[in-house]
């Protein structure tokens, strides 16, 4: 079975597109319970980088659907082609006024099961992946950093994992010239407090544009450990930054300004970008890093290739209408057998979080026996009326789904071998030989 697909994404200073084939196959020796997964994964199309529009402060909604439109008629598909996929807004382009109605309408536009998304977390690690960076990490430790137009998004990978995430406000869209010139037009809110002594109108010299830039380098090498921490760093903290890293590790770098610090493109689009870059390569704490296979297009291959994840084969699901899209997780605790007879009032105290339908999420644990499968049903509907979305870790909700289903007559949908926090959002596309296509993603817009 194969899959199209789609990644969007909108930046502070471009926008990319790009479609792949992922194809999902049973790897289960035969006579044996399924067990789909995703097998192959391939680029059928990546569309060049395009200066996302703006109207004021705002993004230009129609100008950005007549882009996606011509990208999406370049590639040779049509949104009813798209299965799967993620729009996804990041650094200063998820803080304009109109990026949720903006991501939301564009979601609709690029097909059917098609995330709107936002957020530096889920930037971070889709970037992290889309690099190629976490496939590099097997085996050892490295802290990736995607720098775009309007943030800086770190991921600590370990073993092929992101461990944690950061992000602050540095990227080459931060300071905009005037076409042609060196003259500021535009200089972002986020770097108002660092007391630079420039303003709109200023024309920067090189010299004073190479300190600026040695500034910013400088403020990323704190984010990344490799000096110590300054007021101007947490000044520029967007969100949170990361924990220290584990001695030794590598760097790498992705985004329109990594792109830039490798060489491998010489685009300049009236900012400080260019020299952020170049900045970067003098710098003594930037020697020696790691180069992935993927920069520029580091977030839009991550979005095309990772943002979806398929659910185990042995699950319980109930007809309705697909795709489930924008359902609210709530975590609740149930790891170990001695969790089941608080289930209930967990149950009732998570679902006050969240109005309507909503995904509860656990762990679970292995070993389950018959007598644990059905406690933890009868807890569940005690707690919860109306439709069931269960969503577990442990390969357990082909049995749990089930016993739930001989205690009521509502709908219940049980997935196992995803992972969910609290806070998230799920959608759920029609199953793909018995598995189900889930994609994880936080909604995050004016930060």
Known sequence: MELISAGLDIGTTTTRVAVSRIT??????????????????????????????????????????????????????????IDTGAVIFTGEAARKKNAPETAEMLARLAGGFVVAAAGADMEGVLAAKGSGAAAMSAGRCILHTD??????????????????????????????YVHGSKQIEYISPSLQGLNWGIAVGDVLTLMQENVIADHMADILAQALYLKAQTDDYFKVLADHGIAKPPEGCALSFSGGVGELFYGETDADF???????????????????????PETGSATVMGAADFSMSLSGSTVHGEAGEMPMKGIPAAA????????????????????RRSEGLCAFAF???????????????????????????????ADMAKALGQALARRTKARVLCLDGIRVSDGDFIDIGAPAGGAYPVIVHTLIFGR
Do not use: W
């Open 24 to 81: 999902i196959s049973d790897t289960a020796p035969a006579f044996m319970v399924p067990d789909m997964r995703i097998t192959q994964k391939s680029l059928v199309y990546r569309g060049k980088a395009q200066l996302t529009p703006k109207a004021g402060d705002a993004i230009d909604s129609r100008s950005l659907t007549a882009m996606i439109e011509a990208e999406y008629t370049q590639a040779g598909f049509n949104p009813e082609d």
């Open 270 to 292: 009236d900012d400080i970008g260019p020299a952020l870059a170049r900045a970067m390569q003098r710098s003594p704490y930037f020697s020696g890093v790691l180069r992935p």
């Open 147 to 176: 720098i775009g137009g309007g943030t800086s998004n770190l991921c600590l990978l370990v073993e092929g994992e992101p461990c944690d995430t950061g992000c602050l406000d540095i990227g080459g869209r931060l300071i905009k």
């Open 332 to 351: 609740v605790r149930l790891s170990h057998r001695e969790d089941i007879p608080f289930l209930a009032e967990r149950l009732k105290k998570a679902k």
């Open 363 to 393: 762990k679970g644990f292995s070993g389950a026996s018959f007598a644990d499968i059905e406690a933890i049903a009868e807890m569940t509907v005690k707690a919860l009326d109306g439709d069931i979305v269960l969503v577990v870790e």
